[in-house]
């Protein structure tokens, strides 16, 4: 990497005499630049990227003490060394408490300024290679935090204390085994516009952000989406430290106040009371249940637990086992209904009632089970029998169109040339 110099002295040969007298290619110096005050050595800095200041400490209106305390709070990446033609400590010693990386007077020993570059160039190398992976590393927490919290959440058994500690260590967080943490299942309970998939996760993702400004604020926490496809708030407590639980439900509520309107979606906020690691993946796997058996409230926080869920609570890990070996069967129960209503009107509601599931959850539960969404699914069965019907009698297009689900025929001629690639008519002449 090549750097820039700038030389600052009210004397003309002082500056050609630094300039010119060093051949400064050879100590990684693409650019010198020069500058005969305080003024014009401040419009070099609006111009271009300097490095490496050597300025003279006495000079006319502004001297270099002045603008060492300028390139401080507006260049703090700039190293500058000091010249001067007085031998007064008292100069150095203010020179180096303002931040100036060395000092050195006048005549100026070349051989001696090409050292202090040196060593100046050293240093940016060693700070900037240390900003650099910092600012990666900065960069990755985020990831780094959720991963931990996904393999957190997978386990079927609350961790011991060591492998917390060691589970810790390993994504480099700073949380402690001692740390308590505010669960909040943020659930999606329905979208107020038809989304594709990437769209639904794009949204999903800007949930999240919004969670983060909205409910994290300026508290310790995060939100992460799990590896089950939740999205979950987590609020980070100190043993020293009180968690306002009330004021958290108010930033709840005024987050499904903004989502509903800038995000068009219906959302419920599940908040759990503030545990400790040992109990954290119960009070997980409860917010999960709650979410699961709540089929007629959206829009709503429903804030801590009542005594059905700490009945929820003590049955523990052993609910996702339990889930685990429901999702088949629920699965199934879903197939069914959709072939028996097919000729109706089906919404994801009226599937979640059937099941008794939350719709959120229910539509989380048949993407991760079927790698598809209800609607993708629905249609793909309505298509399926629309072919099947029009290959195989002669009822009119009209009347498949009723029995696969759709009053209107051109909203049915439209949904199947955009499934099958033609018109009704044309795949029945298609197809004798």
Known sequence: MMYNLLVVDDELYAVKGITQGIDWSQENIS??????????????????????????????????????????????????????GHADFSYARTALHLGSFDYLLKPVDFEELK???????????VDRTSKKYSSLFESHKPLMEERFWQEFFSNRMSLSEIQLEQLITKYQLNLSPDTSILPILVSVEMWQKELTVREGEIMEYALRNAASELIVKGDRGCVIQDRRGHN???????????????????????????????????????????????????????????????????????????????????????????EDK??????????????????????????????????????????????????????????????????????????????VGYGDIPHFNKMFKRHVGLTPQEFRKSNP
Not at 36 to 64: H, Q, T, Y
Not at 115 to 125: H, N
Not at 260 to 283: A, I, M, R
């Open 31 to 84: 650019e010198v630049f020069e500058a005969f005050n305080a003024e014009e050595a401040k419009e070099r800095f609006s111009l271009s990227k300097v490095d490496i200041v050597i300025c003279d400490i006495e000079m006319p209106a502004s001297n270099g003490l002045e603008l060492l305390e300028w390139i401080k709070v507006n260049y703090p990446q700039t190293e500058t060394i000091f010249v001067t």
């Open 115 to 125: 050292a202090v570059v040196s060593r100046v160039l050293q240093k940016l190398i």
């Open 232 to 322: 979950l708030v987590l609020l980070y407590k100190r043993q020293d430290e009180y968690m306002d639980v009330e004021d958290v439900t108010n930033r709840c509520e005024s987050y499904l106040t903004a989502c509903n309107h800038y995000f068009y979606c219906h959302l419920s906020c599940y908040v759990g009371t503030v545990e400790t690691f040992p109990n954290l993946l119960k009070t997980y796997v409860s917010l999960l249940e709650m979410e699961r058996s709540n089929v007629t409230q959206s829009n709503k926080v429903l804030a801590q637990f009542n005594l059905w869920s700490q009945r929820i609570v003590s049955l523990g890990t052993d609910m996702m086992q339990v």
């Open 326 to 403: 429901e999702q088949a069967s629920v699965i199934q129960k879903i197939y069914d209904y959709i072939d028996e209503h097919l000729h109706e009107e089906i919404s994801r509601e009226q599937i979640a009632e059937h099941v008794h599931f939350n719709s959120a959850y229910l539509s989380r539960l048949f993407r991760k089970e079927t790698n598809c969404s209800l609607s993708e699914y629905i249609l793909k069965k309505r298509m399926d029998k629309a072919k099947l019907l029009l290959t195989s009698t002669n009822i009119k297009i009209s009347d498949i169109s009723s029995l």
